[in-house]
């Protein structure tokens, strides 16, 4: 069976514009989560969906935005990248929301210059 | 909030020797408790868990960590390490609230030497 698969796996933008990162979850999967991991430091929450609903959101500006389709895969928006947005991005996916049973994907580098 | 401590940055070992990575945990709640470990350029992957019962946790690899709730610590060991061993290794804790995060500690870099 197929993991969780993120695409694109690099991306650079510039400062200002948007991206679209985008997250396909385990056959039979239903929970979405993404994380933000800056170099150096642990990953940090920024959503879960489950069902096609937001379930939990992280401490991140309204810049940062998802959502979940009828077929579970997920999209990671951020808009008015900023130099600080450089990071990797994490998806993970779980049979339903409890956390004990998450399989993380490789993840989208992306770079903000 | 949970919050998770990794007092040891970076751990260098002589292969074929144990290792013992530090993880302490802060919390007011029943939490679930994660190792992780991470390759270069790679994702996370899930190297053992605690979710209740057993407080010594054996997971792939060879690894095991042992559920400490009086010290609030999750340490994980292995009595023997392969290069293969060298990566980055995260510990996480868990609520179970909804919408339930994991919170990562900042990471222990294991490097085995030959």
């Known amino acids: 069976d197929a993991g969780v698969t993120q695409s694109p796996t690099h991306l650079i933008k510039t400062r200002g514009q948007q991206v679209t990162l985008r997250c396909s979850p385990i056959s039979g999967h239903k929970s979405v989560s993404w994380y933000q991991q800056v170099l150096g430091q642990g990953p940090q929450f920024i959503f879960q969906?489950?069902?096609?609903?937001?379930?939990g959101r992280g401490n991140f500006p309204d810049r940062f935005s998802a959502r979940q389709f009828p077929n579970y895969s997920s999209e990671l928006n951020v808009n008015a990248l900023l130099l600080g947005d450089s990071a990797l991005y994490l998806c993970?996916?779980?049979?339903?929301?409890?956390?004990?049973?998450?399989?993380f994907g490789s993840g989208t580098r992306l770079t903000v210059v | 909030a949970q919050s998770v401590t990794q007092l040891d940055s970076q751990v260098p070992v002589f292969e074929e020797a144990p290792v013992e990575l530090r993880c302490n945990y802060s919390?007011?709640?029943?939490?679930?408790l994660f190792w992780y470990v991470q390759y270069p350029n790679q994702g996370l992957q899930l190297l053992l868990k605690?979710?209740?019962?057993?407080?010594l946790v054996k997971g792939i690899n060879g690894f095991e960590a042992e559920f400490n709730k009086s010290q609030t610590s999750f340490h994980l060991r292995k009595p023997s390490v392969h290069i293969s061993d060298t990566a980055e290794y995260f510990c996480a804790v868990s609520d179970l609230s909804p919408g339930n995060q994991f919170y990562f500690g900042t990471g222990t870099s294991l490097t085995v030497i030959p």
């Open positions: 605690y979710l209740s019962g057993s407080t």
């Open positions: 993970a996916s779980s049979l339903g929301p409890e956390s004990y049973g998450y399989t």
């Open positions: 969906y489950y069902e096609k609903e937001e379930r």
């Open positions: 919390s007011s709640v029943s939490v679930y």
